[in-house]
């Protein structure tokens, strides 16, 4: 899935700029499957912007060593528990509304494979 990601709105120019760079650069690495790198790129976004919803979220997919969201549908037994994991819970926290759907759509999807199922 190809998408935007994002950097809180209310920051400084300058430390807009790296950080806006960081996440780039972390979702590059990520889509590279150079997780132990995107990771460093997310820590240094988060470190730039704290509220970076968009940085967390790349963070949990390190976690799962996933390369895209899309991937949270390959195995979404395995991945059922992603809303329980801080980082989801960190980008649910401080995402706008649109994104917060976005993130919650794709963990409903999860949710209704998995349904029925004990948590």
Partial sequence: MKRTYQISSNLDKQISEKA???????YLNLSDECFEQAKMNFLLTLQYDNKCADAYWGL??????LSNEDELFSNPIKYKSAIHLP???QALNNADE??????MSLLERIYKINEGDNY
């Fill in 98 to 103: 649109g994104l917060k759907n976005k993130y």
């Fill in 87 to 89: 980082e989801c819970e």
């Fill in 60 to 65: 949990m997919l390190v976690k799962f060593s």
């Fill in 20 to 26: 806006q760079r960081e996440l780039n650069l972390g």
